[in-house]
């Protein structure tokens, strides 16, 4: 079946800017994350959903950046008012479930590689 | 304090022969699960093994294994046979249950398979 995927797979935008970006996670799982790989501090947990739970924001490092999560599926991450160092690439994944052996491996999408200019 | 720590930036080792990638981790939850995923340079992230903390046994999957000592919080991820295309990073994550569902990532070792 189809895996997770993202979209843009490239953005460059000019510092100030807006951006969104997509995910749509695979079939059937409840779980959505969203993650961010830059250079400097490697892999960080921005955000995930579970279901009709409220999200858990925790990573989100400033009130810039925001997510949701429409009809349990498709999310989107934006980034407002951008910085130079919100480049990174920005990884989604998604899971059965939260937790619970097998169920709670997360699969991830090929990512968005943003660049702010 | 690392939550996950990978102590090998880079590691070499010959095609066909095994090579062990270290990992440890720091938790005070009795239920957390471990995770081991692929980065080639292309940039996906590739699951490749998962071991539960109630887990009584090692994980295997296919020529990866995973070592899991608990008292030692270790959890080394065997790769046997290496082949050309195990080139890439390898990172070890860690979810606990007092933390709901986010992975915590170690900073990666990366591979390289020698011909």
């Known amino acids: 079946g189809a895996g997770v995927s993202q979209s843009p797979s490239n953005k460059v935008t000019e510092k100030g800017k807006d951006v969104e970006l997509r995910c749509d996670p695979i079939?059937?799982?409840?779980?959505l994350y969203w993650y961010r790989q830059s250079l400097g501090q490697g892999l960080e947990f921005l955000i995930y959903?579970?279901?009709?739970?409220?999200?858990?924001k925790s990573g989100l490092p400033s009130d810039r950046f925001s997510a949701e999560r429409t009809g349990g599926s498709v999310s989107t991450l934006t980034i407002q008012r951008t910085q130079q160092e919100d480049s990174a690439v920005y990884l989604c994944?998604?899971?059965?479930?939260?937790?619970?052996?097998?169920?709670?491996?997360?699969?991830f999408g090929p990512g968005t590689r943003l660049l702010v200019l | 304090a690392q939550k996950i720590t990978q102590t090998q930036p880079g590691m070499f080792v010959q095609e066909k022969e095994a090579v062990t990638l270290d990992c440890t981790y720091d938790?005070?939850?009795?239920?957390?699960?471990l995770f081991w995923y692929k980065q080639p340079s292309s940039g996906e992230m590739i699951f490749l093994i998962y071991?539960?903390?109630?887990?009584?046994q090692n994980a295997t999957e296919g020529r990866y294994s995973l070592n899991f000592q608990k008292a030692r919080k270790s959890a080394n991820l065997v790769i046997s046979a290496s082949q050309l295309g195990d080139s890439a990073m390898y990172f070890c994550?860690?979810?606990?249950?007092?933390?709901?569902?986010?992975?915590?990532f170690g900073q990666g070792t990366e591979l390289s398979v020698k011909p």
């Open positions: 959903f579970q279901g009709n739970s409220a999200p858990d």
């Open positions: 938790t005070s939850d009795p239920s957390y699960g």
């Open positions: 079939s059937g799982h409840t779980a």
């Open positions: 071991q539960g903390s109630y887990d009584q």
């Open positions: 994550a860690m979810r606990e249950d007092n933390q709901g569902g986010k992975l915590i």
């Open positions: 994944a998604s899971s059965l479930s939260p937790r619970g052996g097998l169920e709670e491996t997360q699969y």
